[in-house]
């Protein structure tokens, strides 16, 4: 059964949930949806609001142990019926019913956190690519693409993915797939281009209060000045 459309107040909440998160990565991963359909902005935020939540609760305590049961929660308040208070949850459920298939889904992609709960590092990265592959699916985007570009933004020590090889490439991420416009892919990817130009807005910096500016110059189609030194030139 196809999705039914989500409500702008509904995205409109679920994004300013994300750029409010608590992560130096929240509001930049919010700003690469800003120009997308409310559908979109939905999946994104929410899907995105949740990996955060997972590392927090994966990262946080010094026992791997407090980690697994603070991770198996996010699985039991999934499966509960009773009625949800916290935002991520009520948004969860919304998109559990407006794609009933989402619930195993998702309580699979916390089972990659749990995962990492008994690596040495907690290393995330492969429950985050498992994440990003979902996100993927749900807004009709190649899968291993949006991975890469994925992980590529949130790890510096990540290579960068063929697909932005040259500008021509990077360009082309505004009109991939099946689904909506794909401009959250472009300016994800163009996210973690400027990241390893030196540029890092990850602070409160007057870098961070201006990287509204730059992701409306890269949507113009002007991607991180700085790519060069990244990428292959046109």
């Not at 459309?5 to 300013?16: F, H, S, T």
């Not at 999946?43 to 927090?56: Q, R, S, W």
């Not at 142990?65 to 198996?72: D, E, F, K, N, S």
């Not at 020590?157 to 909506?180: C, E, M, Q, S, V």
Request: contains cysteine.
């Amino acid at each position: 059964m196809p999705a039914m459309p989500l409500g702008k107040d509904l995205a409109r909440d679920a994004m300013q949930k994300l750029r409010d998160y608590p992560h130096p990565l929240a509001r930049p991963l919010a700003l690469c949806f800003v120009f997308d359909s409310a559908n979109t902005q939905f999946v994104g935020a929410t899907c995105l609001e949740l990996g955060l939540t997972l590392d927090a609760a994966l990262t946080t305590p010094s026992e791997s142990l407090v980690a697994v049961i603070r991770l198996q929660w996010w699985i039991d308040t999934i499966q509960d019926t009773a009625p949800a208070h916290a935002p991520l949850v009520q948004n969860l459920r919304i998109l559990i019913e407006n794609q009933p298939d989402m619930r195993d889904r998702i309580i699979h992609v916390i089972g990659q956190w749990q995962n990492a709960c008994h690596d040495e590092n907690r290393n995330s990265q492969p429950a985050w690519q498992t994440l990003w592959q979902l996100l993927a699916e749900r807004l009709g985007q190649p899968t291993d693409t949006v991975a890469a570009i994925g992980l590529f933004c949130l790890s510096l020590n990540a290579p960068p993915p063929p697909d932005i090889a040259n500008k021509k490439g990077l360009l082309a991420l505004r009109h991939t797939g099946a689904g909506d416009s794909s401009q959250w892919l472009y300016l994800l990817a163009c996210f973690g281009l400027n990241q390893r130009s030196g540029n890092q807005p990850l602070d409160n910096g007057p870098e961070f209060t201006l990287l509204g500016w730059h992701v409306l110059l890269w949507w113009l189609g002007l991607p991180p000045r700085a790519c060069a030194a990244v990428l292959d030139k046109d």
